[in-house]
């Protein structure tokens, strides 16, 4: 009697491969089903036992990860808020006073840097990787070259940066990085489409894999965008939908997940939702979110602030942190570590204790909420001012652009927030958030000539359409 197999089930985005089997039958009547073994390669790279004892160190009780990746043009936007310009010595002299904060590696167990950081040193001659070894901080380096917009999409975008990405990421660890980030974005309000999202799980993927090989542990970040009005229900259904693609792509790969670290987006409303949720109503649906789809094999959760104010990524941290969880879950903050820190320091050497000290606050509230023991008392006013406040600003720059300029209904899209959703403007692509790019259109706005046309062609010359948020 022929042989018969059970191989293949194809499912609409993965495929799984059963055992092999064959029906034998004996001399008679009788028939025997005879299992055959089938032997399963198990990937083990020659970094497998670095790379998990990298992730323990950084998912570390009560420490985190201070992301300062900041490409160079979106540095500089920091910088000029408080009056400096964007070149090296500045750039230099701000990471400095950063990194060389004196009691820093209690908090912080993992810092990512760009490229140039990387290579940098201080004013001393240090380099600033020899400087986080001495607080016992884990360097890590920014891998992604930014998103680009996805042919085919809904006005969406893909992260670019695979090509060359193993001989750099072998650079980086030869240069003292012990771990690579790398981001790419899903957007609600454009869909999101089921192309974005396999495309999304796909490169992050990849990138994973590449930077295993290489010795680096991979943070894997596809960010859900704030922007929308949509409730805490549909994100919570984007991010399961999106967590899911993503691990069935690692597992496609043969990526440790031991080896690995994540830097979800918090499960919270759209930024221009009506009703704002409490800690614990965020906590709530992140925790489901985690539980649902991501193995307890992962030894950290890393979380990005995403726009949320100083004050409010904590307490969202603190609030998920109220009983044991099956993974370290901890932060990765960028502009919730730094913004205070900025404002302090002002560009002037005499500053620089006061901006560090104010770093530490920041870094030890998040410690705290991390161990599940935060509390407000003696917070700053500027930790409670975030950015999600700025949306206000923006309607009323929308509304500004309707009144003075005619914008109204331009290719039927303007409505109370549809140009905040749909269109972001930057010089550099996806690295700039709305409320950088009010003063662009002060300083080049449209003229009266432009009334009435396609808002593609109304925009300073200088600037391009993008549909992403840093």
């Known amino acids: 009697m022929p042989s018969v197999s059970f191989a293949k089930l194809n499912a609409p985005s993965s495929t799984w491969i059963g055992g092999q089997q064959s029906l034998s039958q004996r001399s008679g009547s009788s028939t025997r089903l005879a299992t055959r073994r089938v032997s399963l390669p198990i990937r083990a790279g ?100 930014g998103l680009v917009p996805l042919p085919g999409s809904n006005n969406e975008s893909w992260c670019q940066g695979l090509d060359g990405l193993s001989s750099r990421s072998a650079e980086y660890y030869k240069q003292g990085a012990r771990f690579a980030k790398w981001r790419t974005v899903v957007s609600i309000p454009c869909g999101p489409s089921a192309l974005a999202v396999k495309e999304a799980a796909w490169g992050l993927a990849r990138y994973a894999a590449i930077s295993q090989d290489n010795g680096l542990v991979p943070i894997v970040e596809p960010e859900i965008l704030l922007d929308g009005d949509h409730p805490i229900e549909r994100t919570l259904e984007v991010a399961e939908k999106v967590w899911a693609e993503v691990f069935y792509y690692l597992a496609e790969n043969n990526v440790t997940f031991e080896g690995i670290l994540l830097k979800p987006s918090m499960v919270t409303p759209g930024a221009e939702h009506k009703e704002k949720a409490s800690p614990e109503t965020i906590a709530k649906y992140t925790l489901t979110m985690l539980k649902r789809r991501v193995p307890p094999a992962v030894p950290g959760i890393m979380f990005l602030s995403g726009g949320q104010s100083e004050m409010e990524a904590t307490l969202n941290l603190h609030a998920m942190n109220q009983s044991p969880n099956p993974w370290h879950v901890s932060f990765s903050y960028a502009r919730a570590l730094q913004n205070t820190v900025l404002k302090t320091w002002q560009g ?80 550099e692509p996806y690295q700039s958030t709305p409320w950088e790019w009010e003063r662009e259109w002060e300083e080049a706005p449209p003229s009266a000539a432009h009334r009435n046309i396609p808002l593609s062609q109304t925009l300073p010359p200088n600037m391009s359409m993008l549909t992403a948020v840093r």
């Open 46 to 145: 020659v970094y497998t036992d670095e790379l998990i004892k990298t992730a323990k160190t950084i998912a570390s009780p009560g420490r985190g990860i201070l992301a300062i990746d900041e490409s160079n043009a979106t540095c500089g936007k920091r910088l000029s808020s408080i009056g400096l310009d964007n070149n090296e010595p500045n750039r230099q002299a701000y990471r400095q006073l950063l990194l060389t904060t004196p009691g820093l590696g209690e908090y912080i167990s993992g810092a990512i840097l760009f490229e140039e950081t990387l290579y940098q040193s201080t004013t001393n001659g240090k380099k600033f990787v020899d400087v986080l070894h001495d607080q016992k901080i884990v360097p890590g380096i920014k891998v992604d070259k």
């Open 348 to 427: 002037h050497s005499e500053n620089v204790e006061a901006a560090q000290k104010a770093l530490l606050v920041r870094a030890k509230a998040n410690s705290q909420a991390q161990l599940g023991k935060y509390s407000t008392e003696g917070e700053s006013e500027d930790a409670k001012k975030g950015m999600l406040q700025q949306c206000k600003k923006l309607q009323g720059f929308n509304n500004f652009l309707r009144v003075v300029f005619g914008l109204m209904e331009i290719d039927g899209e303007l409505g109370d927030s549809g140009f905040i959703n749909k269109y972001v403007c930057s010089f």
